[in-house]
């Protein structure tokens, strides 16, 4: 295994654990400048693309305002290959607003640059909210 991918699968950890913690700055700095983030949710079919780093941090932001209990939990180890990464994650939430329960499984795919994160990817398999009563 070369330097660079235990480089890049120790970032997609520390990405995990920054998410867990709900540190939206940390996130943003695992990140390029001119990053990327297309979300599995959003105004169009495929979600929306979410440019540069301080839009990250407060789209982070946001989704820790409407999810306070939001987790992301690993479904196995990532994958690096080059400049490439895969991390397939169950999400797990209450939203604020309404305690809707959400459990969804999903997949994200990274491109890498400069030892930071380029591109994140979300995917994930849409299933109704639980209204918890």
Known sequence: MTEQVKHYQSLLKAFGEAFNR????????MMTPD????T??????????????????????????AFPDA????????LVV????????TFVATRAADGAGFDADGVDLFTF???LIATKDAFRKDRPPILKK
């Open 22 to 29: 709900h540190d939206a700055s940390a996130l943003a700095s």
């Open 35 to 38: 990053c990327v983030f297309r």
């Open 40 to 65: 599995a949710m959003g105004d169009t079919a495929g979600g929306n693309a979410i440019l540069g780093r301080e839009a990250v941090k407060k789209a982070f932001e946001g989704t820790f305002a």
């Open 71 to 78: 987790r992301w939990n690993a479904r196995g180890p990532d």
């Open 82 to 89: 080059g400049d490439r990464g895969v991390s397939e994650w």
């Open 113 to 115: 640059r400069d030892g």
